[in-house]
T-cell receptor, first 112, second 116 residues
């Protein structure tokens, strides 16, 4: 069974800081890995998707990396803003079957 | 249109009530999902429909009854719920169940359910 762990569980930083969120998983036979953002009481928004053959993806101030052999992914947020405050979830899919295994999330607070 | 809609946004019900949650997408997706999310926890998969047929039932109690009337609609019928069933219920869709490595799931905004 795939187990996905996210560290830290919560993070509070001042505006403008660069930060890294970590995700680790036990089964490296993943199909893809995704990072989602969730605002309180809302649905999930997909931020970045990394296919198993890729090592990183970038979108604006966000950069996600994937190291399948070590079972790790990181989400790098540059020049953080208060609007980045949310819970960030990583999830992966094993083989060719669209069932997500979610981490427990990192709650980010960016202080003005 | 890359939107998944869910109604109602909020629902309060008693333990003897019968209610339904609705989910709709018009992206031509053939896989649809129900998740339950408790506070400060990740979403937990409940049901998956693929081509209008139930593909996955994650051992969910029978007081939750899913229905997929057509490829765009997914309902979740609720009956005799318990207070511990109070949670955010999320619907999602994806092009197919066994899809391309670039596929993601598109999530709706959720229904906040409170069982009294």
């Amino acid at each position: 069974k795939q187990e996905v762990t996210q560290i830290p569980a919560a993070l509070s930083v001042p505006e403008g800081e660069n930060l890294v969120l970590n995700c680790s998983f036990t089964d490296s036979a993943i199909y893809n890995l995704q990072w989602f953002r969730q605002d309180p009481g809302k649905g999930l928004t997909s931020l970045l998707l990394i296919q198993s053959s890729q090592r990183e993806q970038t979108s604006g101030r966000l950069n996600a990396s994937l190291d399948k052999s070590s079972g790790r992914s990181t989400l790098y947020i540059a020049a953080s803003q208060p609007g980045d405050s949310a819970t960030y979830l990583c999830a992966n899919v094993l083989e060719n079957f669209n069932k997500f295994y979610f981490g427990s999330g990192t709650k980010l607070n960016v202080k003005p | 249109d890359t939107e998944v809609t869910q109604t109602p946004k909020h629902l309060v019900m008693g333990m003897t009530n019968k209610k339904s949650l609705k989910c709709e997408q018009h992206m031509g997706h053939r896989a649809m999902y129900w998740y339950k999310q408790k506070a400060k926890k990740p979403p937990e998969l409940m049901f998956v429909y693929s081509y209008e047929k139930l593909s996955i039932n994650e051992s969910v109690p029978s007081r939750f009854s899913p229905e997929c009337p057509n490829s765009s609609l997914l309902n979740l019928h609720l009956h005799a719920l318990q207070p511990e069933d109070s949670a955010l219920y999320l619907c999602a869709s994806s092009p197919t169940l066994q899809g391309a490595s670039t596929d993601t799931q598109y999530f709706g905004p959720g229904t906040r359910l409170t069982v009294l």
